[in-house]
């Protein structure tokens, strides 16, 4: 039988403590014999110690600019393009959007939620720990007001919440080492977390009326 201990504020613990990884029942779909399945460990394990190494060694290899390309179309529809990955972000029709793909909050969201995923995947495969499953719900509050500008406040959201899932036969102890380790070093947890300069630069092209 399953156990659930809440821990502190945003973090819920479901640990398997018999370590018999037999079908579970999803509890967002209610589908039958659906389990994560992980990358390799050893794979995950030795790559990250691999680039560890690598920039303790050379830290100016771990340092680098990305790009991503965003195009609009279609009033509201944006293509994101990244390397060979391309997507569309959009909002939804009571907004006056296309509703052709996931708003950039539902992003935000996203990548928080799948940065903190991957670092306990990527920790737990390091520490030896074995985890089955791993999951997390990412919640925001918004006042919209500041987007349509009603009223002097802020457009973004007000608080961000995540809630972690996990699966395991291990001690409370061991994950809460995963966790704790894997959130001190999320990038995006960071991105949110700290306040990162933002600057803008705009090129105009004049275009026949």
């Given at each position: ?27 967002k ?5 659906i389990?994560s ?21 050379r ?40 509703d ?12 928080l ?14 520490m ?13 509050d918004?006042d919209?007001?500041?987007?349509l500008?009603?009223?002097d ?12 899932y ?21 990038p ?14 705009v ?7």
């Amino acid at each position: 039988m399953n156990q659930n201990w809440q821990l502190k504020p945003g973090i819920t613990l479901f640990i398997n403590p018999a370590g018999v990884f037999t079908p579970v029942q999803d509890y967002k779909t209610g589908n039958h014999n659906i389990l994560s399945i992980m990358a390799d460990k050893s794979t995950m394990k030795k790559a990250y110690e691999r680039n560890q190494k690598a920039v303790k060694l050379r830290p100016e290899i771990g340092k680098s600019t990305a790009i991503t390309k965003i195009r609009l179309f279609d009033g509201t529809t944006c293509e994101v393009e990244h390397k060979h990955w391309k997507f569309n972000v959009d909002i939804g029709k009571s907004e006056g959007g296309n509703d052709a793909g996931p708003g950039p909050g539902i992003l935000e969201r996203g990548a928080l939620g799948s940065c903190l995923a991957i670092a306990y995947s990527q920790q737990a495969a390091i520490m030896g720990i074995p985890v089955s499953k791993i999951e997390i719900d990412v919640e925001s509050d918004f006042d919209a007001r500041g987007m349509l500008g009603i009223d002097d406040l802020p457009p973004g959201f007000k608080e961000l919440r995540y809630k972690v899932y996990i699966e395991s036969p291990a001690t409370e102890e061991e994950i809460m080492k995963i966790i704790e380790k894997a959130d001190r070093h999320s990038p995006v947890l960071d991105d949110f977390k700290r306040a990162i300069p933002v600057k803008r630069f705009v090129e105009i092209v004049k275009t026949q009326s």
